[in-house]
């Protein structure tokens, strides 16, 4: 993956730089020695490594407000970080950038129940949110599989999901305000604790903005009172096209399952050897949730069993207490790690339609031979939302080129039968230069149009999102 | 399988007919059937192409050319089952137009005011439902954003941006929308007399279970006698419905004795009515669309004493008759308010849409001037 050139004049003024922002929020926030920003040179695409100039960790709205305004005035280029948790790349620094980081900022600032709202600053972990209203029947329903780790700023910046998003939707979805730093300094107020917008819907596009627009440094989050119950059912099938029916039949009915998780074969014997899920030796696994009162559950799990049937499973096995569920999610759970234990993996997130579903895996698995390297697949079915897992070895001379080189026709593959390249770990550095794939010039000019208004100078993230020959002349300017 | 209507080169063609024209034209008003037209705005009209759609029901997805009518879309959605899941309005009765043939709105319309009603509190916006857009912008390109699946982060998010931008950004040609099938069944249970702090502390305490409430709306004691009513909508599957509301009707006994209807049609009445603001439509004075926080939302109500009000999204949304020339927005602190109904010259002095602070106002000019440096769309109207 390309990166700009780092600007040596920038380079060359570190310690001007350096100087500034000790003067501007004190020695503590500024970390400049080079053996301590290499804690900040990646992000979870670690395949990619480049220490900051400097990394800052202001502690509060004002304090980022000041770094912006150094950076602006001196042309550095700043990287947002949350967690550093994104898997595109997002919040990997160049040699001449500033990393700003709000690991700092973690403070809850109002809970409110009667409006079912909660205020954080963006620092806080996405289970920390949950964490403060669950004692008292509430949650904050996107729960991206690295909520333990990754913050709200970073959910907020790709617009994160995960496994409950089918039914509660992503992070744009429960997002009602936010405050933003400007790259000039300008501290805004977007949305409240009341819902949409009365004029442009600027949440809207600052959601998933991958930090190309400003610093977001506040939250108001929608929180929902939690459901009585859940459970699972794991229905095996002994085609992945099949599965897939079964899956639109399912949605198609008018239950809303909050999950529907799919694995294929390569993903279920790579899980059972590392977890012992016991698992039914199959084609297609499909793991549906549904939540309510013990009843309602019942009578759900009774309908989609029902519609299951009509397709012939191999093996359905419906859960009826905490632990069985626990045991049939233990594999879904463990898949990433036991495609871990198989080899170094790259992680795709194309979406595609829920009818290519079939066509899609036959093909991914096609491409896999054609290249000589392992794929397994384990996704948010409901929503098309593949995760295909490449194997390949990080030691191996050529083979992260050659993974790379087929996740981007796996990637082309989903934009051609009508998905996107993303659907939710955002473009970052590892998508950019296919985004012409899915977009025309025009589509691409009026995505940086908006860039343009929040960020005239392009400052912020400047070397992401956007294919680099895309974006040259507006970098030039810096 | 989906159900498609006309061939998509009708489409393009009709689309580069549309480019061609802004590219040539002066000044133009993106519009529908002029159905949600709230905002002052003068010019060449410029209709979107109409009435060609790709709908996959297994898949909730279609899409749409904005000139559909609305009518045509929620038919072809009832045959198969299925409904927009934010219920937008439909404001003619509001806005005193007489309804004429097929004129109840377009989708682009729809799109273009982030339509939305009493379901909007428990599943989103219609900004929320929209995968996928493509418009004309000022400088007469075609523009894609989005598409049509549900999850989608591939660069910024114009769909939203142009979700409720009223025509002022460009003319929305085609989008794609999540669909929703139709609940099996639905009841409301109903608790008559409450003062309207205590309505809206039942709303929240009502939308703050686990039990799915789908709309929960408070209106006044009316003219005929009848007393002020707070409304708690459940719906799905009918074993389920039968027994949240029981279990709502007891989490919710200490405001009193509550009744439930179960008839269907009635229940679509009462919440169609609520969704259109049928209540406002014979009464005179303006009519303004506020968007609060629940709680504040009595205060807001004391403090401008209008002659009517509904409240909507447990209190979330206030539509309030008020006398003519009345300032709603002088008695609020924060959200916003919208002049949805009143005289040119109030609109003119008031102002249709609420004011933005400063920065907001030059991020929002700014965009306007990218997506449209030549002003042509919708001049001035939310400015
Ligand atoms: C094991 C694992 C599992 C994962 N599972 C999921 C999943 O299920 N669903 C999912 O959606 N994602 C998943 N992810 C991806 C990742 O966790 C999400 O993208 C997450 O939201 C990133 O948050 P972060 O705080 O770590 O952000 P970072 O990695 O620090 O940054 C991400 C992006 O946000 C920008 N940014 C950070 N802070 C700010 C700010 N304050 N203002 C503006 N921009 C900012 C950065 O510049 C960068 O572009 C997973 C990752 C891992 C490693």
Known sequence: ?478 | MSILAVSNTTFAQQQDHLAAQIRAGNIVVPRGHGSSQIGLAAGQELNAPDALWDFDPSALTLTVSAGTPRDTIETLLRDQGQCLAFEPPHMQGLLGQSKVGNNAGTIGGMVATNASGPRRVAVGACRDFCLGVAYVDGLGRLIKNGGRVMKNVTGLDLVKLMAGSHGTLGLITEVSLKTQPIPEMTATLTIENLNEVDAVTAMSAALGTPFSVTGAAHVRADRHGAFARTLIRIEGFESSVSYRIEALQNALERFGHSTVEWDQTANADIWRAIRDVDRFHAMTGDVWRVSVKPSDAPKLVEAVQPLDVIYDWGGGRLWLLTQPNTDVRAQMTAGHATLVRASDATKQALGVFHPENALVAKISAGLREKFDPMQKFNRGMMS
Request: with cysteine.
């Open chain 1, 1 to 478: 993956m390309e990166m700009p050139i780092p600007n040596a004049a920038i380079v060359s003024r570190k310690p001007a730089l350096v100087a500034k922002l000790r003067a501007a929020i004190g020695a503590q926030g500024v970390i400049d020695a080079p053996e301590e920003v290499k804690a900040y040179e990646c992000d979870a695409l670690a395949a990619y490594r480049c220490p900051p100039l400097v990394a800052v960790l202001p502690s509060s709205t004002q304090e980022v407000a000041q770094v912006l305004r150094i950076c602006h005035e001196m042309g550095v280029p700043v990287v947002p970080r949350g967690a550093g948790t994104s898997l595109a790349g997002g919040s990997l620094p160049t040699a001449d950038s500033v990393i700003l980081g709000v690991a700092r900022m973690r403070d809850v600032l109002e809970v409110d129940y009667p409006n079912r709202t909660i205020k954080v600053q963006t620092g806080i972990t996405n289970l920390a949110v949950t964490g403060e209203v669950e004692g008292d029947g509430f949650f904050y329903a996107p729960d991206p599989s690295s909520q333990l780790a990754c913050a709200i700023a970073g959910n907020i910046a790709m617009n994160s999901g995960g496994a409950h998003c089918l039914k509660y939707g992503v992070t744009t979805n429960n997002l009602l305000g936010v405050t933003m730093v400007l790259p000039d300094g300008e501290i805004v107020e977007i949305g409240g604790a009341h819902m949409d917008a009365s004029g442009l819907d600027l949440l809207g596009v600052i959601c998933g903005s991958e930090g190309q627009l400003g610093l977001v440094t506040e939250a108001t989050l929608r929180i929902l009172p939690k459901p009585e119950g859940a459970r699972p059912v794991l229905i095996g099938f002994d085609s992945n096209e099949v599965a897939g029916t079964c899956v639109s039949d399912i949605i198609k009915s008018g239950l809303i399952p909050v999950a529907i998780e799919f694995m294929d074969r390569p993903c279920i014997r790579a899980t059972e050897d590392f977890a012992k899920a016991g698992y039914p030796d199959c084609e297609a696994l499909l793991i549906i949730e549904v939540e309510g009162s013990e009843a309602e559950i019942d009578d759900q799990l009774a309908r989609i069993v029902k519609i299951a049937k009509q397709h012939n499973p191999v093996e359905i096995r419906e859960s009826t207490s905490a632990e069985e569920s626990a045991r049939i999610w233990l594999g879904r759970k463990s898949a990433f790690g036991a495609m871990g234990q198989l080899g170094d993996y790259m992680c795709l997130d194309g979406t595609i339609p829920v009818g290519e579903l079939p066509y899609v895996l036959k093909r991914i698995a096609a491409l896999a031979s054609e290249y000589g390297l392992r794929v397994g697949n384990v996704f948010h079915a409901g929503d098309g939302n593949m995760h295909p897992l490449i194997l390949y070895n990080a030691n191996k001379e050529g083979d992260l080129e050659k993974c790379e080189a087929l996740g981007a026709d796996i990637l082309r593959l989903c934009v051609d039968v009508g998905g996107c390249l993303t659907g939710e770990h955002g473009v970052g550095i590892e998508k950019r230069d296919l985004m012409t794939h899915q977009y025309t010039l025009d589509d691409l000019e009026a995505q940086m149009n908006v860039k343009d208004v929040f960020d005239p100078a392009w400052i912020l993230n400047p070397a992401k999102v956007f294919p680099l020959a895309t974006s040259a002349s507006r970098r030039g300017q810096l």
